[in-house]
């Protein structure tokens, strides 16, 4: 079954994936962000995901949040702008 995650921000997303922990963990960086009243994990697996986790840091270009899913498998994905949202 399919599950969709949504990073709801105030402006349209910059940011970058990639697969890591040989297919079993999705991280994606957004660049000018921060997780301000965002949960730092979300731990129940649902379907192939097995949990949330966000983390903010700076790097010299500025704060980045990074999203780590991991995958109970390796799975297909995709990751897809809309206006604010990243799903």
């Known amino acids: 079954d399919a599950v969709e995650i949504e990073v709801v921000g105030t402006g349209t997303p910059s940011y970058s994936a990639r697969v890591a922990d040989n297919g079993l963990r999705l991280v994606v960086d957004l660049a000018g962000t921060d997780v301000s009243g965002a949960p730092e994990a979300i731990a129940k697996p649902l379907g192939v995901v097995g949990g949330v986790l966000t983390q903010s840091f700076r790097t010299p270009t500025g704060p980045v949040t990074r999203v780590s ?19």
Request: net charge positive; charged share 20%; hydrophobic share 35%.
């Open 69 to 87: 899913v991991s995958l109970a498998q390796p799975a297909t994905y995709r990751v897809r702008p809309d206006g604010t949202v990243l799903r």
